[in-house]
Nanobody, 122 residues
Framework: VQLQASGGGLVQAGGSLRLSCQAS????????MGWFRQAPGKEREFVGG????????YYPNSVKGRFTISRDNAKNTVYLEMNSLKPEDTAIYYC????????????????WGQGTQVTVSS
């Protein structure tokens, strides 16, 4: 099983960025996909999740209304659209997979991508 995260970069505050997570190696139809982030010196933080089957999503209050997760079943890819970015969104962003449901704790996830750096300048 492989998860490949991409799309990070440098963006100004107020800008937008879309991250991608391509999954391979198995069928993920019964999996939940989560996005997490980790800033230097901080714990890994859940920023949202999506059910591969059905597309139900869940977001914490910290990003609700700014972040949107979607998926493309044909491409086996999950996206994290981030809008109105703030300097405090700066972190390494990871995608992860587990089944059967979305959970917010990192240790609940079995598979992880390598992470992609997002830097938001003020």
């Amino acid at each position: 099983v492989q998860l490949q995260a991409s799309g990070g970069g440098l963006v100004q505050a107020g800008g937008s960025l879309r991250l991608s997570c391509q999954a391979s190696g198995r069928t993920f139809s019964d999996y939940a996909m989560g996005w997490f982030r980790q800033a230097p010196g901080k714990e890994r933080e859940f920023v949202g999740g999506i059910m591969w089957r059905g597309g139900n999503t869940y977001y914490p209050n910290s990003v609700k209304g700014r972040f949107t997760i979607s998926r493309d079943n044909a491409k086996n890819t999950v996206y994290l659209e981030m809008n109105s970015l703030k300097p405090e969104d700066t972190a390494i962003y990871y995608c992860a997979a587990r089944r059967p449901a979305i959970l917010t704790t990192p240790k609940s996830y079995n598979y992880w991508g390598q992470g992609t750096q997002v830097t938001v300048s003020s």
